[in-house]
């Protein structure tokens, strides 16, 4: 067997990929707030928001090889409407899972996200997009989340690994946080399909990253030369820096349903109390550099959603 892995939020869109991708090759554990999942692994049904501190223990319990973090309050509308909750599932449950990981001497891979550096459409950002060395600028209520969560852990633990991973999107389970797995949610109830025209993201599918974590796990195996790169922030994403309607068109055409169905909108027509950030383009070198890889969306879709 490989690792010993404890993946926190591992009924979550990333966290259940995660554990679907590794359960034949390494042994696993995780938590969430939800019952088991289908994978067979140890799971621990764990609401973060009642006691962060109680990471510490669960850790303890089971020394794991390596510790993944997944678990966050992700949509604005819920972390709007309990910001204590959001700040101990987000940033708190962080920082005791990071102090584990440094008494324990063991390697952390926590998520961010894009969303912690500032709205290109309103700041100019570098001519290659944002770098991991930009200041944290995040312009709404989730990405100072993830800024603080970032702080956090590493004031813990400065060799974790923070992924600030871009918008993704795959095959997924009703309720997760798949982009597009809302589209084709809307498809399937008839209900009206809108899309941004003016949020542009490094559109990334849940297989492709799969990927990613197993080339990272694999040189956090091999030590030495190979780890040696993997710490700080690493911009996450694939190659292809896309509106929502431009990927939204694209899914449709391979599954063939019909575009006209799209309604594309701007960001400020859609009223929301917390518009998401238009331009958050990435520089995506050191993930090529340290990883080797920058997927295309149509190098997934047939994966992710094979067609009919």
Not at 6 to 18: A, E, I, P
Not at 223 to 234: C, K, R, T
Request: aromatic share 6%.
């Amino acid at each position: 067997m490989g690792l010993r892995i404890y993946v926190t939020g591992d009924t979550g869109f990333v966290g259940s990929r995660l554990a679907e991708a590794w359960c034949a090759t390494h042994e696993l554990a995780g938590c969430s707030r939800q019952a088991a999942p289908m994978q067979a692994m140890e799971h621990q049904v764990v609401d973060l928001a009642e006691d962060p501190r109680r990471m510490e223990d669960l850790l303890e319990a089971l020394k794991p090889d390596v510790v993944v973090h997944t678990a966050a309050v992700s949509q604005p509308a819920l972390l709007a409407r309990d910001l204590v909750r959001g700040r101990r599932v987000n940033v708190e449950a962080a920082h005791w899972i990071a102090r584990w990981c440094r008494r324990r001497d063991r390697p952390l891979i926590a998520f961010s996200s894009d969303t912690v550096y500032g709205d290109a459409a309103l700041e100019e950002a570098p001519a290659g997009g944002w770098t991991e060395q930009a200041a944290c600028a995040p312009a709404h209520l989730y990405g100072r989340s993830k800024a603080d969560m970032e702080a956090a852990v590493r004031e813990q633990l400065p060799s974790a690994i923070l992924l600030r991973s871009s918008l993704l999107w795959g095959r997924s389970l009703p309720g997760q946080n798949s982009f597009s797995g809302w589209l084709l949610g809307r498809v399937a109830q008839d209900a009206p399909v809108p899309v941004f025209r003016d949020n542009r993201r490094h559109m990334l599918a849940a297989g492709a990253l799969t990927d990613m974590l197993d080339r990272l796990l694999g040189k956090l195996l091999a030590g030495g030369e190979a780890a040696s790169p993997l710490q700080g922030p690493i911009n996450l994403g694939g190659a292809q820096y896309l509106s929502r309607e431009d990927f939204a068109r694209q899914l449709f055409r391979h599954l063939g349903l019909d575009e006209g169905r799209l309604q594309a909108m701007d960001t400020a027509d859609a009223q929301l109390a917390e518009a998401p950030a238009r331009e958050l383009p990435l520089d995506l070198n050191r993930l090529e550099q340290v990883l080797g890889v920058l997927p295309r969306v149509e190098e997934w879709l047939g994966t992710e959603y094979p067609a009919a």
